[in-house]
C-alpha cells in the first residue's frame, strides 16, 4: 500500500484497533514524516498514525504507550503535538517512556513551534502522577530562557543600551503562559516543593537575563515589570516570560500550601531567604492570602527585622499583608513596628520630607488600629499633604506616557515634493529601533500629511510602492482620515494602492519586529479593509463604476487567516469578545464591508430588488463564511448577527433562512454563541418582522445567560429588548413575563424588573396609562407568587422596591404594593436595601400628600427596619428629614403618629436629631 498522506488518511480512519500489532511490526509507526520545506522555511504535517493510535489508545493502552516509546521524533513537531494528545489519553505512567523521548527532543532545539501550550502543560500534569521526575524534567526544558540574541551586537561603551529579552525556547508568550496554566494546578498539589523549586530556578535565571548588569540582591525591579501581585496579568508591564512565571509561582505556592500552616511556614522562610524581592514580594502576599492565623509566622520569620517596612520595592504587599495580619500580631510586634514607622528610616535621615512622607503612608495603611497619641502624630504629617488613594501602592511603579517618535514633524513632510519624500522614505533609518524615532513615528507624520492633501499622494500612489508596509499603511489610513473629514478621493487611484496592497505577501511574520515597525502586511490589509468599509458608507461614497473593482478587493480580503476560528475561546479569555476581534481582524472588517457594500449598490441605484439576485457574488460570499467547514466562526456570525437587520431588508427570504444559522447555539461554545446574540441585541431597535422570526432565540438566549455563575452585564440589552416587547405586546405571541418567570432564576427576575424600570423612564407620555395597568398587573402578581418562598426571590423583591419611582402607577395603589413588597425584605439574607434607586423613591414616598402620609411613614418604618447597615438613612438623610417633618406638623393624626414612630426608630440608630419629632 502508498504511505503517501492521502492513502494513510483512507487506511487509518477505516482500520480496527486490532490491526496494531501487525501495523507495528510493518514500520507504519517507526517516525513521523519529515516537514516539509518551503521557501519560507519549514511546513509541518499531520502524521494519521497519530490518530489511529489516539483512537486504540483507549482499549489497547500498553501496546500503544510501547509504541510511543519506539517512535522515532523528528523535526515535524505537529505530528509530535498529535502523539502528545495520544500520550494524554494513556495511563500517566504509560506514557512516562514518550515523555521522557519527547524531553530529550526538545532539547535539542532552540525553537519549539508549539500549536497548542496548554497541551503540552496537561501533558506534564498527567505523567506527573506516575514520575515526579519526568515531568519535572520534562517542564524545565519546554520552560528554559536564553539570553536574548537581538543586542549581541551592542557595543558595552554605547550611550543607550535598551534591556535585553530573554528569549523562551517556546516563541509565543501567549504559549509559555498556556503551559504554565496548564501545569501548574496539579504540579502544586501532586509534586508541591521541587515544582515550586522549579520555578523560583526559573525565575531567578530570568532576572539574571533581563539586564546587562543584573541588580545586586535584593533588587530586582520586580515592582516595575510586576507592579502588583494582588491582581492578574493584565496589570503586567510586559507579556513575557518573567512575569507568567511569577505569576505561576504565586499561585503554585497558594495551592500548595492550602490550609497547611507548616507548609505556609516553610515556604515562606524558603522564599525569604532567597534574597530577591519578587520572592520576598511573593511571600507577602501568602501571609496576606492566609489571613490573621499566620501571624505567627510573620512573627518569626518577616517582622524580625525593619525590611518589610524599609525596602521599597516590598511596599505594594507588605502594607497590605501588614494590615491582614494585625489582628493576630502580638502585642510586642506591633509595639516595634510603630517604634520603627516612628524612628523613620536611616536612609532618609538627611531628608526630613521623604522621611515624614514614609511615616504618613506607613501610618495611613495602619490607621484603623493608632492610638491617640499616633493619631495625632498622623494629623500632623497629614497637613499640607494630600491622601493618597492606595496608600499601599508603590507609587515608583508610575511612568510618563511615551511614544513612537517622528524625525521630521508634518510641515516639515508636507513641505516636500513627492519625489523627496519617496526618497526620504526609502533612505531614512532609526539609529536605535526600540524607542524614541522610529518607522511607526515618522508614519504617523506622513498619515497626517496624507488627510490634508488627499488627491495629491492618492494619484501618486505608485510611489508608495516597495516601500516598508509601515509607510504603506500610514498612507492608506490618512486616505481613510481625509473621507472621514469629508474630503473627495480620486477613487482609481486609491483602489490601485489597496490592489498593490493585497499583492504583496501574506505570510505571517513568524516573530516580533522591531518595537516601531509592523510585524507584515496583515496590518496594512486591516487599513484597506477599514477604507473600502468607510468608503461604502461615507456621504462622499465609492462611485458605481469601481463596482467589481470594490467587490474584488472585499473578496480577497474575506480569505484573510485573520482571524482564527480555532483561537477565539482563547482570545475572548483575554478579553476580547467575537464582536470586539471582528472590528480589529482582517476578514471581520471585510465582512462588515461586504454587508455595507449590500446598501451601497442600492444607494448607488445598482440595485433595486430586495433580494439578492442583483448582488449574487454578496450572498455566495456570506454563505461561504457561514460554512462551518470554510469559517462558521463566532466573529464571523457576529458581524452577520450585528448587520441582520441590513441583511433582511436586502432580502427577507434569504436571512429568515439563514438566520438560525447566524444564531447557532452551541453547547460548548456558550460565551461565542451569546457574544454573536449580542452583536445584534447591543446596537439597533426593534423591527417587528426581525423581532418576530428572531423570538425564539430571545428565549434561548435568557437560558443560556442564566445557566453562568454571574449574570453577563449584556443579559440588559436582551432584557431591554423583551421589557419593549412586554409594554407594546409586539409581537403578539411573546409572553415574555411567563417565559422569564419559568426560568426560576431570581437573578434573571431582578435583572428584568430593573429594565423595565428604565425602559419606562424613557418611554413616551402617551404610552403612560397603558404601562402603568402592565406594571401594576404584573407587581401584583410577582407578589402573589413571591409570597410562598420570599426567601428565594430576595433580589427581584429588591428591584421591584425601585418600580415605586415610576410616576405611572397611582400613588396609593402603589403604596400597597411598596408595603407588601417591604413585607417580604429580609435584610438577614444579605438583601441590602440601598441596592434600589433609594433617592428616586424616598422622594416619592417622603412627597406623598396628607391623605396618603399615614401609609408613606410606615412603609418608610419597614425601609428603616431592613436598613441594618445604616447606609439608606446616609444616603437620603435629607429626604428622610423632609418626609418626617412635614408628616410631623399634617393635621392628620395617623401621619403625626407614624412620623413620631419613624423618629422613634431613627433615635434609637443613633440620629438624635430626630428626637424633636419623638414620642
Excluded at 490573621?292 to 497590605?320: F, H, M, Q, Y
Excluded at 439563514?658 to 453547547?667: G, K, L, M, T
Excluded at 415610576?806 to 440601598?834: M, W
Aim: charged share 25%.
Amino acid at each position: 500500500m502508498p504511505h503517501g498522506y492521502q492513502a494513510q488518511s483512507y487506511l487509518f480512519e477505516r482500520l480496527p484497533v486490532n490491526w496494531l500489532m501487525h501495523l507495528r511490526k510493518r514500520g507504519y509507526f517507526r517516525a513521523p514524516y519529515e516537514p516539509i520545506r518551503v521557501d519560507n522555511g519549514l511546513r509541518f504535517v499531520s502524521w494519521p498514525p497519530a490518530g489511529y493510535l489516539l483512537k486504540a489508545a483507549e482499549v489497547r493502552s500498553d501496546e500503544v504507550g510501547s509504541i510511543l516509546g519506539e517512535v522515532n521524533l523528528n523535526a515535524n513537531w505537529a505530528a509530535t503535538h498529535e502523539l502528545c494528545e495520544v500520550a494524554l489519553a494513556l495511563p500517566p505512567a504509560t506514557g512516562v517512556p514518550f515523555v521522557r523521548k519527547l524531553t530529550n527532543q526538545i532539547r535539542t532545539t532552540d525553537w519549539l513551534p508549539l500549536f497548542d501550550g496548554a497541551r503540552v502543560g496537561r501533558l506534564a500534569g498527567h505523567v506527573a502522577a506516575a514520575d515526579a521526575d519526568v515531568a519535572l524534567d520534562f517542564l524545565s526544558a519546554l520552560l528554559a530562557v536564553f539570553p536574548d540574541p537581538a543586542h549581541n551586537d551592542v557595543p558595552d561603551e554605547s550611550d543607550y543600551r535598551p534591556l535585553p529579552r530573554p528569549r523562551p525556547r517556546v516563541p509565543q508568550d501567549y504559549d509559555y503562559e498556556e503551559i504554565l496554566k496548564a501545569a501548574a494546578p496539579v504540579m502544586s498539589t501532586s509534586v508541591g516543593l521541587p515544582w515550586i523549586e522549579l520555578l523560583m530556578q526559573l525565575v531567578s535565571e530570568v532576572i539574571e537575563l533581563s539586564y546587562w548588569d543584573p541588580p545586586e540582591q535584593p533588587n530586582d525591579h520586580s515592582y516595575i515589570w510586576h507592579p502588583r501581585l494582588d491582581s492578574d496579568s493584565e496589570e503586567l508591564r510586559e507579556r513575557d516570560a518573567r512575569g507568567h512565571l511569577v505569576t505561576a509561582l504565586r499561585d503554585s505556592v497558594v495551592a500548595y500550601i492550602d490550609s497547611d500552616e507548616q507548609r505556609l511556614k516553610s515556604v515562606v522562610q524558603r522564599l525569604w531567604s532567597e534574597g530577591r524581592s519578587i520572592f520576598r514580594r511573593i511571600a507577602l502576599h501568602l501571609l496576606e492570602e492566609f489571613g490573621p492565623d499566620a501571624a505567627s509566622v510573620a512573627d518569626t520569620v518577616v517582622l524580625i527585622d525593619r525590611t518589610a517596612l524599609d525596602e521599597t520595592e516590598l511596599r505594594n504587599e507588605a502594607g497590605r499583608a501588614l494590615r491582614t495580619l494585625w489582628p493576630g500580631l502580638s502585642s510586642e510586634t506591633r509595639e516595634r513596628v510603630f517604634s520603627s514607622i516612628e524612628a523613620g528610616r536611616d536612609r532618609d535621615e538627611e531628608d526630613l520630607e521623604r522621611r515624614q512622607w514614609w511615616q504618613y503612608k506607613w501610618l495611613l495603611t495602619l490607621r484603623d488600629h493608632l492610638d491617640d497619641r499616633r493619631r495625632e502624630i498622623l494629623q500632623a504629617l497629614s497637613e499640607g499633604r494630600s491622601e493618597p488613594d492606595d496608600p499601599d501602592r508603590n507609587y515608583a511603579t508610575w511612568t510618563t506616557s511615551w511614544g513612537p517618535e517622528s524625525p521630521y514633524t508634518a510641515s516639515e513632510i508636507e513641505a516636500l515634493s513627492i519625489d523627496e519624500i519617496r526618497q526620504m522614505l526609502e533612505t531614512w533609518e532609526p539609529n536605535d529601533r526600540t524607542f524614541g524615532v522610529n518607522y511607526e513615528g515618522l508614519g504617523r507624520v506622513l498619515r497626517t500629511a496624507v488627510s490634508h492633501r488627499p488627491p495629491e499622494y492618492a494619484r501618486a500612489y505608485k510611489k508608495w510602492f516597495g516601500l516598508r508596509h509601515t509607510y504603506v499603511r500610514n498612507v492608506v489610513e490618512g486616505l481613510q482620515d481625509a473621507l472621514r473629514a469629508e474630503k473627495p478621493l480620486p477613487w482609481k487611484p486609491v483602489l490601485e494602492l489597496c490592489e498593490h496592497v493585497l499583492a504583496q505577501p501574506w505570510v505571517t511574520a513568524p516573530r516580533p519586529q522591531p518595537f516601531g515597525d509592523d510585524p507584515d502586511w496583515s496590518w496594512s490589509r486591516k487599513a484597506v479593509a477599514s477604507l473600502v468599509e468607510t468608503g461604502l458608507r461615507a456621504k462622499r461614497s465609492i462611485p458605481g463604476r469601481h463596482r467589481i473593482q470594490v467587490w474584488g478587493i472585499i473578496a480577497r480580503l474575506l480569505e484573510d487567516a485573520d482571524p482564527n476560528p480555532k483561537t477565539e475561546a482563547g482570545e475572548r479569555d483575554g478579553g476580547m469578545d467575537a464582536f470586539a476581534r471582528s472590528i480589529n481582524s482582517v476578514r471581520g472588517v471585510a465582512l462588515h464591508a461586504a454587508c455595507y457594500y449590500g446598501t451601497w449598490l442600492h444607494r448607488r441605484r445598482l440595485a433595486s430588488a430586495r433580494d439578492f439576485s442583483a448582488a449574487p457574488e454578496l450572498r455566495m460570499a456570506i454563505e461561504r463564511r457561514l460554512d462551518a467547514a470554510v469559517d462558521g466562526s463566532a466573529c464571523t456570525r457576529s458581524v452577520l448577527a450585528h448587520h441582520f437587520r441590513h441583511l433582511r431588508w436586502l432580502d427577507a427570504g434569504w436571512t429568515d433562512a439563514h438566520a438560525d444559522d447566524i444564531f447557532r447555539w452551541e453547547p460548548n461554545a456558550r460565551e461565542l454563541s451569546l457574544d454573536v446574540w449580542h452583536a445584534y441585541t447591543g446596537w439597533g431597535d426593534l423591527v417587528e418582522p426581525v423581532v418576530n422570526r428572531l423570538l425564539p432565540h430571545y428565549f434561548t438566549a435568557l437560558g443560556n445567560y442564566a445557566a453562568a455563575d454571574d449574570l453577563d452585564r449584556d443579559c440588559r440589552s436582551t432584557l431591554a429588548h423583551l421589557a419593549v416587547m412586554w409594554l407594546t405586546s409586539i409581537p403578539a405571541r411573546a409572553n415574555v413575563a411567563v417565559q422569564i418567570v419559568s426560568l426560576s432564576d431570581d437573578r434573571v427576575n431582578a435583572a428584568f424588573v430593573d429594565v423595565v424600570a428604565d425602559v419606562l423612564s424613557r418611554r413616551k407620555r402617551h404610552d403612560r396609562a397603558g404601562d402603568a395597568a402592565r406594571v401594576e398587573e404584573f407587581w401584583s402578581n410577582r407578589l402573589d407568587r413571591i409570597e410562598p418562598n420570599a426567601a428565594q426571590h430576595q433580589e427581584e423583591l429588591m428591584e421591584l422596591v425601585s418600580l415605586f419611582a415610576y410616576q405611572g402607577v397611582p400613588l396609593e395603589t402603589a403604596l400597597k404594593l411598596l408595603s407588601g413588597t417591604l413585607d417580604h425584605i429580609q435584610p438577614a439574607r444579605g438583601a441590602r436595601v440601598h441596592r434600589f434607586d433609594s433617592r428616586k423613591v424616598l422622594h416619592r414616598l417622603v412627597s406623598a400628600s396628607t391623605r396618603n402620609a399615614p401609609e408613606a411613614m410606615r412603609c418608610l418604618a419597614k425601609m428603616i427596619r431592613a436598613d441594618t447597615d445604616g447606609v439608606l438613612i446616609m444616603l437620603t438623610r435629607d429626604d428622610i428629614r423632609f418626609g418626617v417633618s412635614r408628616a410631623h406638623r399634617a393635621r392628620h393624626a395617623g401621619a403625626r403618629r407614624e412620623a413620631q414612630a419613624v423618629a422613634n426608630l431613627l433615635v434609637a440608630r443613633g440620629q438624635l436629631d430626630y428626637r424633636q419629632f419623638a414620642s
